[in-house]
């Protein structure tokens, strides 16, 4: 082999190999760089101060609170999407007439922007003029203040992630189920297994490397929810929807603290990295 040939390949990969450097590798390096200095007020130049951003945040009761709001939502939604996911996989899996144009219906938020969906779904969510209250005033029923009460705001974000991660989970969810082989189903059938028998001991099984992705990749896509809470809460009302990645925008941009911004990525980085790793952990043990 020339050492033309052995070059090439090199050169197809270069191009994303620098798009990953410039894109991703770079800006977490700097990103790790500013989350270990500080603004000097003096020079106004960046100052080394260690692990001291680290432990102002890990000081903060406003950290800590959003903390404790991303862990509410996060353990509210994910069961939620999950379950709605898998449901929605097997009515798309059904061999019936139609099937098609239901799997380019359901399909539809998937397409739709994250901030356009904001923009809809804050129009319909409006305590005043919104459609939703609008049906509730129709059927005589109290307004509600989806947006604008503690005790509505964090439900409200999570129907807007249900309505746009649903679909796209219940994407792979299909892939799992039609990757299961008919010939174990109809061996099921066979012996006598009814549907809620083959679905419990042999689909729910099958679908195990499916299920622990789509529940690690739910699990990080909504730690890093922005868009709904940013154009229609900003955090509120009393801090109810402060998600953790709002508030490293907040500290970041709106109060021009970006080292203490870096240093909640990193905090963030460091817990998507864990759950990565227990994936790869529980996916090893079962091969």
Do not use: C
Not at 243 to 264: C, K, Q
Request: glycine fraction near 4%; hydrophobic fraction near 55%.
């Amino acid at each position: 082999m020339s050492i033309h040939s052995k070059i090439v390949p090199y050169l197809f990969l270069l191009p994303a190999v620098l798009l990953l450097l410039i894109f991703n590798l770079w800006p977490t390096a700097a990103t790790l760089h500013q989350s270990l200095h500080a603004q000097s007020f003096i020079s106004n130049k960046l100052v080394f101060v260690g692990l001291e951003n680290f432990e102002r945040i890990l000081k903060d009761p406003i950290f800590w609170k959003s903390v404790q709001v991303t862990l509410i939502f996060s353990i509210l939604v994910n069961p939620i999407q999950i379950v709605l996911a898998l449901m929605l996989a097997l009515l798309a899996n059904q061999r019936v007439r139609g099937i098609a144009l239901f799997r380019s219906i359901y399909l539809l938020p998937v397409a739709v922007s994250i901030n356009v969906t904001t923009v809809v779904w804050g129009l319909m969510l409006d305590s005043d003029s919104g459609l939703i209250n609008g049906i509730l005033a129709t059927l005589s029923l109290p307004k509600q203040p989806f947006l604008t009460a503690p005790s509505h705001a964090l439900w409200s974000i999570i129907l807007l992630a249900t309505w746009k991660g649903v679909p796209l989970w219940a994407l792979f969810f299909l892939a799992g189920l039609q990757g299961i082989p008919e010939s174990v189903i109809e061996a099921a059938k066979i012996d006598g297994a009814n549907r809620r028998q083959i679905f419990r001991h042999i689909t729910l099984p099958l679908l195990r490397a499916v299920l622990l992705f789509v529940l690690v990749a739910d699990t990080v896509a909504n730690f890093l929810l922005i868009a709904p809470v940013y154009s229609l809460t900003q955090g509120g009302p009393q801090l109810s929807t402060n998600l953790i990645m709002f508030e490293t925008y907040r500290r970041g941009f709106v109060y021009n603290d970006l080292s203490t911004a870096a240093a909640m990525l990193w905090v963030m980085l460091i817990f998507v990295l864990l759950v990565v790793l227990f994936q790869a952990f529980v996916l090893r043990r079962r091969d």
